[in-house]
């Protein structure tokens, strides 16, 4: 979702509020309230400025909570513009994985960064509930009776702050992790843009409805507003739209509906790595045309050549392929190209050590005893190779998970080989007491 936060800096620039128009919640409540009478009397309310000043009096009121701050603003401004309001309490939380002050007031919760500005204005106490659906209703109604558009420059005004408003708050609802409610705020924002006269089309807003609705798992909608999107000639960062399409059709059990996606999306966007991944995937699991999937990998690597996971991923291909001698060519690439990538190194581990697995087996069966020898010794030589990548693999791999993984192949390769020598009997009480920490 990268177009949320190119538009989130435009959108903070927008919430910078005139002091001297700030009105207390009372009378912000009462001015709606006379708007709000006016519309209902005949003699006013087939004028245009009757609904205007309606729409405007229910966006003074949504902003009284915020009051005169703006998104970017340090904790000394606040203090020096905040008219002497307090926080009730403050303390340290995480937002969308960052670190942040939160200061609670008694209608509002403010996050600041590490950096101390503000980055998210939280309404906690509106002064009307719905204020911003009531305000793109009296626009729009606005516009119905300004039969001669005289108004138009006001309304457009209006319709503008609304459609922002409701974006502003998509934005906050992403970031606190609330998709559902993003994906509903989103739609808004982007039913007020088109609303007439603005008549504006917010692709922006449409895409990030389908992308958080899609977060959310609510497919149907996001495939619906993913569709709407590329309609509108928007299908996100390197037609991922396609890629999330493929996504959901794989979900409802149509994976036909899926490959024609990527196609489709690889036709338009042959640069996108979600596309060719999602392709990629999509041929390992069907089986299909096989040497498609190194056509694909190609035009990959020269989208990103220093990608050492596109390595990874055709190692994987061949030793499903049963190609044993590229596959490990492949992983060593990978981690040639990039040393601190611990999934090369497990890539070349896992094949060995399946393939010493696989001759032990054979042997197993074996009944002739120079043959039996034979295999044994090939099941040494393939177990004793998976030793060093996974051993490389532990040493650069920060995950602990993982590390505990292959510790695990590590224990009981080197279980095997303890008796021949001490240093495999160390690295077998190593690896056998490694338990994360």
């Given at each position: 979702m990268k177009k949320l936060f190119l538009v989130l800096a435009l959108a903070a620039t927008l919430q910078v509020f005139d002091a001297q128009a700030q009105k207390s919640p009372e009378a912000a409540k009462a001015a709606v309230e006379k708007a709000q009478a006016a519309t209902t009397n005949p003699k006013q309310n087939t004028k245009a400025a009757t609904w205007?000043?309606?729409?405007?009096?229910?966006l003074d009121a949504y902003n009284v909570p915020a009051g005169n701050l703006w998104l970017g603003m340090s904790a000394q401004e606040l203090a020096y513009i905040g008219g002497g309001e307090k926080p009730v309490s403050?303390?340290?939380?995480?937002?969308?994985?960052?670190?942040m002050v939160k200061q609670t007031y008694s209608n509002k919760n403010l996050y600041f960064n590490q950096d101390g500005l503000l980055q998210i204005i939280e309404v906690t106490a509106p002064v009307l509930d719905g204020a911003l659906d009531s305000a793109l209703e009296a626009f729009s109604q606005a516009a119905a009776v300004d039969a001669k558009g005289q108004k138009t420059k006001d309304i457009v005004a209006g319709l503008q702050q609304v459609a922002s408003k409701f974006s502003e708050e998509a934005y906050n609802q992403y970031t606190f992790g609330n998709a559902a409610e993003?994906?509903?705020?989103?739609?808004?924002?982007?039913?007020?843009?088109?609303?007439a006269p603005l008549s504006q089309i917010d692709t922006n807003s449409v895409y990030n409805a389908a992308y958080t609705a899609w977060m959310s798992g609510n497919n149907d909608r996001a495939k619906s507003f993913f569709n709407k999107s590329i309609a509108l000639g928007y299908a996100g960062t390197d037609g991922d739209a396609y890629a999330k399409l493929a996504d959901i059709a794989v979900?409802?059990?149509?994976?036909?509906?899926?490959?024609?996606?990527?196609?489709?999306?690889?036709?338009?966007?042959?640069?996108?790595?979600?596309?060719l991944v999602g392709l990629i995937n999509y041929y390992i699991e069907s089986g299909e045309d096989t040497g498609r999937l190194f056509e694909l990998l190609d035009e990959a690597k020269k989208n990103e050549p220093n990608n050492a996971s596109l390595y990874y991923v055709e190692g994987n291909i061949n030793v499903k392929l049963g190609n044993g001698d590229a596959a490990v060519?492949?992983?060593?690439?990978?981690?040639e190209i990039n040393p601190n990538y611990e999934f090369g190194y497990i890539g070349e581990g896992v094949y060995f050590y399946n393939k010493a697995a696989e001759i032990a087996e054979k042997a197993s069966?074996?009944?002739?005893?120079?043959?039996?020898?034979?295999?044994?010794?090939?099941?040494?030589?393939?177990l004793k190779s998976c030793i060093a990548p996974f051993e490389k693999a532990f040493e650069v791999s920060k995950d602990s998970e993982v590390k505990v993984g292959v510790s695990e192949y590590l224990k009981n390769a080197c279980y095997r080989f303890r008796t021949e020598d001490a240093s495999y009997q160390e690295k077998y009480d190593k690896y056998?007491?490694?338990?994360?920490?």
């Open positions: 205007i000043k309606y729409g405007q009096t229910l403050e303390e340290g939380v995480t937002v969308a994985g960052q670190p993003a994906s509903t705020l989103f739609e808004k924002a982007a039913e007020a843009a088109a609303t979900k409802s059990g149509d994976k036909a509906a899926s490959k024609e996606y990527l196609e489709e999306g690889f036709s338009k966007y042959p640069q996108s790595q979600s596309i060519a492949a992983y060593r690439k990978c981690c069966n074996e009944m002739d005893d120079a043959k039996y020898m034979a295999l044994m010794g090939e099941f040494e030589n393939a056998a007491a490694y338990n994360g920490e």
